[in-house]
């Protein structure tokens, strides 16, 4: 039999300005010991992916919760707070990647959808493309053959365009300009979380109740008002320590505390290691005898 289809379907330009995606890195992380959490941070320069091809996590993403579980993808916009708490597991498995250049028409620079959106869905009957697609941009880049970085520039391509088809079936937008009370009080903490916030300051600034706002913004977020300025606070310490030569007591100031052993009990409590040894784990990937973190323990 001689089968003949014709792709009669009309282009619909899903990248715009002539320009198309790059991927700058991929992310494997396999069973307990890659569990490390990586608490709220952002990336101003790139758009990311993440694919849970096994296991689970809490995702915190431009304040909003979500449970992920197998199949799921997640996106993390350029410049959106998230924050990445993987379960610990034998079973996990989990990819992500880093993109450039991503450009869609009517969105800024290393978006994929409007703010509006919500930040995961379920692959649903896309699964094996997509965990096939992860596999061989995976297999590609790590071979280091000619063209290799150039078939997974393509790789990455079509798996973007499968995740705008995803999102938009779903189609599901709100109003980006109309915060929500969580949404104000979060935007608040995060211009404010190296200061020494009381609910006096939030609550005269919002004009809320304090009782109500802290119900609201543990409804919204998932935490606490306080939790949620501590895992700022310990996200930019990440960073920094991830991407300057700034020491641990320098990097402790910088975020907002004077008292480095104050900063050096919560860091260990929230991502499970101390500070030195968390960027030497970044750094050559060897870390032994990881406790599971006390992720929601850190309060202060």
Not at 4 to 18: E, P, V, Y
Request: with cysteine; glycine share 8%; hydrophobic share 35%.
């Amino acid at each position: 039999m001689l089968t003949f289809c014709l792709n009669d379907c009309s282009a619909t330009g899903g990248f715009a300005n002539g320009m198309r995606p790059r991927l700058l890195f991929m992310c494997r992380a396999d069973g307990i010991g890659a569990a490390t959490p990586r608490v709220m941070h952002r990336h101003q320069e790139r758009f990311e992916l993440m694919f849970i091809m096994q296991g689970s996590g809490t995702y915190h993403i431009d304040g909003r919760q979500y449970q992920a579980k197998q199949g799921d993808l997640l996106l993390f916009n350029a410049g959106v707070l998230h924050d990445e708490c993987p379960h610990a597991t034998d079973d996990l498995m989990l990819f992500s990647c880093g993109v450039e250049q991503l450009s869609i028409h009517g969105l800024p620079l290393n978006h994929l959808t409007p703010r509006g959106q919500t930040a995961m869905m379920p692959s649903g009957v896309y699964y094996d493309e997509i965990r096939q697609l992860f596999l061989q941009m995976w297999q590609h880049i790590n071979s280091k053959k000619p063209y290799a970085s150039e078939t997974g520039h393509s790789l990455l391509q079509a798996l973007l365009l499968i995740c705008r088809t995803i999102w938009a079936e779903k189609n599901e937008v709100s109003d980006p300009d109309a915060l929500s009370p969580g949404q104000r009080i979060k935007d608040f903490i995060d211009e404010h979380y190296k200061d020494n916030l009381d609910f006096r300051l939030i609550t005269a600034e919002l004009q809320m109740n304090r009782f109500y706002l802290a119900h609201l913004f543990k409804a919204f977020s998932g935490y606490s008002p306080k939790q949620y300025q501590t895992r700022r606070r310990i996200g930019e310490a990440q960073s920094l320590l991830l991407s300057t030569e700034l020491g641990v007591t320098e990097v402790a100031n910088a975020v907002g505390y004077d008292n480095v052993n104050n900063f050096h009990r919560i860091f260990h409590n929230l991502v499970g290691i101390p500070p030195a040894r968390y960027k030497k784990f970044w750094l050559t990937g060897e870390l032994k005898n990881v406790p599971t973190p006390g992720q929601q323990s850190a309060s202060a």
